[in-house]
């Protein structure tokens, strides 16, 4: 039997959906491929919880909001220190947001532990820095739900550079909250309620002001150009926000009470672009060389991105195989189930290649 250890950091939307994944579908996995999947801890930000005993419990509490420090925990970088048991793989799997769990991911991957990641701020840090995890990691990292949640985007373009193609390059409209309050403002949603509702059906990150005003999408461009092999740095990817300047320093509660007063700017905006024909969407370009380009653009009503409503993304890539008709990857891009969906998949792709990798050692010997 192939015996791997989780240890998940973070517990909320998505982290909450990965595990309710795990814990459904694993038994599959072992009549499947033999594969014994259990968790050595989960965490949030008050500590880790060991074992699954409790992690039912877990789950639940995290759904009302509270902590795992009232179930009993220990220090997550006590578990990342403790090797797993012979025989056993570790896959560290980051749920969590921003760049705060980076020294641990980086200590697990140093360690040997396969690394899956829906957080970008781990890889949108210095490039020394991203350099310093990708390499420790190795084959042992996966981030497809970085960009585009569970949609094939990070496989799309690495199959593509793997087997010899070209990237000219990467046109996107890479934001499910973005594109889902755009959509809905179009149809003469509010700007307020759009944003409210991305925020209950858990498409936007906590602080909501991290989509609109562009992080989140520089985040992705920049994982997306470092992935098609640019040394960039966070600041090479400049962004243009959609936050009021007045609401940029509320806390993230008054921001969300005071939405309304953005309401007629913004639908004013998305009213002129229409009265031209056109549609706004958040867009970003990462070409194989020159500036990468993220913001909000105007569109006219025959372009694919025009089509886009809630959630959905589209990346289309333009190579040299792929020149006069691009590689289009479209679908919904944000969510809690279709995001645990790309971890899950990356977390049986690192367990079993992690397997296979030591079966060909074994046999060379
Ligand atoms: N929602 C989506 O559609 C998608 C999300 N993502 C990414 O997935 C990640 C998770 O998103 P989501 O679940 O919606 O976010 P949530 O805010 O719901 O959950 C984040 C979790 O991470 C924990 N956390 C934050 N910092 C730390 C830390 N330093 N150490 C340990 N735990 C920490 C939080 O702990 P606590 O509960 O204590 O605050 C919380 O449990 C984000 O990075 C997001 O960008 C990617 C693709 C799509
Ligand atoms: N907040 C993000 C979630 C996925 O990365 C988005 O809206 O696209």
């Known amino acids: 039997m192939k015996r791997v250890e989780i240890v998940q950091i973070g517990v909320g939307n998505v982290g909450r959906a990965v595990a309710r994944m795990v814990l459904k579908e694993r038994g599959n996995w072992l009549e499947r491929w033999d594969l014994d999947v259990r968790y050595r801890a989960v965490a949030d930000r008050s500590g880790a919880l060991g074992g699954e005993e409790l992690l039912e419990e877990a789950l639940d509490l995290k759904e009302r909001g509270g902590k795992l420090a009232g179930l009993g925990v220990e220090p997550l970088r ?213 500036p990468v380009e993220v913001g909000l653009r105007e569109v006219p009503r025959s372009s694919p991105f025009s089509r886009l409503s809630g959630a959905e993304n589209a990346f289309v890539f333009r190579t040299r195989r792929y020149s006069e008709l691009p590689v289009t990857v479209t679908g919904p891009g944000a969510g809690p189930e279709c995001t645990a969906s790309g971890v899950v998949y990356d977390l049986l792709q690192v367990a079993r290649e992690s397997f296979e990798r030591s079966e060909e050692v074994l046999k060379r010997a």
Request: proline share 6%; no cysteine.
């Open 78 to 290: 006590y578990v990342i220190s403790e090797p797993p048991e012979y025989g056993v793989r570790r896959v560290v799997l980051d749920l969590a947001v921003n760049g705060a769990p980076y020294p641990l991911d980086l200590q697990a991957a140093m360690g040997g532990a396969g690394l899956v990641l829906s957080n970008k701020g781990p890889l949108s840090r210095s490039y020394r820095e991203y350099r310093a995890l990708t390499a420790s990691a190795g084959e042992g990292l996966r981030y497809e739900a970085t960009v585009g949640a569970g949609l094939p985007v990070i496989s799309t373009l690495q199959s593509l550079l793997r087997s010899g193609d070209d990237v000219y390059e990467i046109l996107a409209s890479p934001s499910g909250t973005l594109g889902f309050i755009l959509s809905a403002v179009e149809r003469g949603s509010s700007f307020s309620g759009a944003v409210r509702e991305a925020v209950e059906r858990h498409y936007a990150e906590p602080d909501p002001r991290d989509d609109l005003s562009g992080l989140d999408v520089a985040r992705k461009a920049l994982i997306l150009a470092r992935a098609l092999g640019r040394s960039l740095e966070p600041e090479d990817v400049p962004f243009e926000s959609l936050v009021p300047e007045h609401l940029v320093e509320v806390s993230t509660q008054e921001f969300l009470q005071r939405l309304e007063e953005a309401d007629e700017a913004f639908a004013g905006r998305v009213q002129a672009a229409g009265s031209r024909g056109n549609v706004l969407r958040y867009l970003a370009r990462i070409p194989a060389e020159g």
